[in-house]
Each structure stands twice: as structure tokens, then as C-alpha cells.
T-cell receptor
Framework: DGGITQSPKYLFRKEGQNVTLSCEQN?????MYWYRQDPGQGLRLIYY???????QKGDIAEGYSVSREKKESFPLTVTSAQKNPTAFYLC???????????FGDGTRLSIL | GENVEQHPSTLSVQEGDSAVIKCTYS??????FPWYKQELGKGPQLIID?????GEKKDQRIAVTLNKTAKHFSLHITETQPEDSAVYFC??????????????FGRGTQLTVWP
């Protein structure tokens, strides 16, 4: 089935550790996005990428890093510099500039 | 950048009643307005969208209206059912430069439909 797969569904991090969240899509979509969701705050954009090997910072990029080496993959690393990483992380993708975004089912990150 | 405001933040209705969620936006370059439904523990799902050359769009029990002059758009759900209970997000997409394709989201509305 075509779709956006985020893994793992739940992730726990010790303080001082970096963790990487996976996002894979087999929809042949060009653009991919990472959002952070906190209760009552809606979806805030972390990073986005419109083509392979290129990405832009969103509104809350500090403490995060990404790569886009393949069209189908857009992993997000939450670094130890992110002081409040506990949140629900959503990955999205879209085919073209005039097409809607579609979301994966998210990864919930918690601090041990 | 674009700023999207969404109201109310919570909405409770009786089954069979209508629900209306309203959003305003600030950037006149926005020309695409999707609505997403998010169930607990899942990612948002697109339920309906509207482009700026259209004033209203309907899909069975849901409809969206757009007033470009006033910069506001609304989601209308008729004959609500308990399975409509979820968080609903509105968004706007400016057709502008390097942010082409980027969505700006409202903060969400928790809709509860009581049987």
C-alpha cells in the first residue's frame, strides 16, 4: 500500500542523547515536512524539503537536524540541544506545489 | 509570515446538530485552504479543501466556505455523529516565493459529539 510510514510509534530518550525519527514515503512525493505537535499549540513546522539534497528551516528548527539523501526518506534527528523534546512528531509529504499534504501517523517522543 | 487563527478551541454538540469552526488568515497571497481531522494517536487526515477561486465546496455532510475579502473560511458539519469527534485543523497556503507549498495551521478545535 502507498503511504507515509513513521517509525517507531513510541520513542524514549535519555537526557543528553540524540535520537533519530524515521519517515519513509512510497508515494513518489517531491516535498516532505516535519512538524511538532504539543497540546493546544497546533502543528509547528520544524524543517521541510522540496527536493532531494535540499531543505529549509521552519519556525522551530533549533535543536533539530534533517537530511534528504533519497526522495523517499526524510529522517529527523532530535539533538541534545533540544531542551524540551517531549512531543508528538508528524511527518508529511506532497506530490507537487499545488497538491495537498498527507501525514503519517506520528512518533511520540518522551524523555526518561 | 502567514498567521492563522482558529475558533473555538473546543466545541460540544448533540448528535444530529450542526457544528461550525471558523478560521481567519492574514496573508492575502494565500490561495489554498485545507481542513484536516485528527483522531487520537493518529496523524491528521485531509477531509476537504478549497481554493481561492471558489466560494464554497461541499462533500456530503461537510462543507467549507471562503470569504477572500474578509480573509476568513469556515468548516460546516451537518447531522453530526459520534464518529465526527476529533480535533480539526484549518490551514492556509500562501503562493509566495520559496515558501511555496508550505502550510500554516490554526491551533485546532476539539469537537465532541454527544450521543
Amino acid at each position: 500500500d502507498g503511504g507515509i510510514t513513521q517509525s517507531p510509534k513510541y520513542l524514549f530518550r535519555k537526557e543528553g542523547q540524540n535520537v533519530t525519527l524515521s519517515c519513509e514515503q512510497n508515494l513518489n512525493h517531491d516535498a516532505m515536512y516535519w512538524y511538532r505537535q504539543d497540546p493546544g499549540q497546533g502543528l509547528r513546522l520544524i524543517y521541510y524539503s522540496q527536493i532531494v539534497n535540499d531543505f529549509q528551516k521552519g519556525d522551530i528548527a533549533e535543536g533539530y537536524s534533517v537530511s534528504r539523501e533519497k526522495k523517499e526518506s526524510f529522517p529527523l534527528t532530535v539533538t541534545s540541544a533540544q531542551k524540551n523534546p517531549t512531543a508528538f512528531y508528524l511527518c508529511a509529504s506532497r506530490r507537487g506545489a499545488n497538491q495537498p499534504q498527507h501525514f503519517g501517523d506520528g512518533t511520540r517522543l518522551s524523555i526518561l | 509570515g502567514e498567521n492563522v487563527e482558529q475558533h473555538p478551541s473546543t466545541l460540544s454538540v448533540q448528535e444530529g446538530d450542526s457544528a461550525v469552526i471558523k478560521c481567519t488568515y492574514s496573508d492575502s497571497a494565500s490561495n489554498y485552504f485545507p481542513w484536516y481531522k485528527q483522531e487520537l494517536g493518529k496523524g491528521p487526515q485531509l477531509i476537504i479543501d478549497i481554493r481561492s477561486n471558489v466560494g464554497e465546496k461541499k462533500d456530503q455532510r461537510i462543507a467549507v466556505t471562503l470569504n477572500k475579502t474578509a480573509k476568513h473560511f469556515s468548516l460546516h458539519i451537518t447531522e453530526t455523529q459520534p464518529e465526527d469527534s476529533a480535533v480539526y485543523f484549518c490551514a492556509a497556503r500562501p503562493d509566495r516565493g520559496s515558501t511555496l507549498g508550505r502550510l500554516y495551521f490554526g491551533r485546532g478545535t476539539q469537537l465532541t459529539v454527544w450521543p
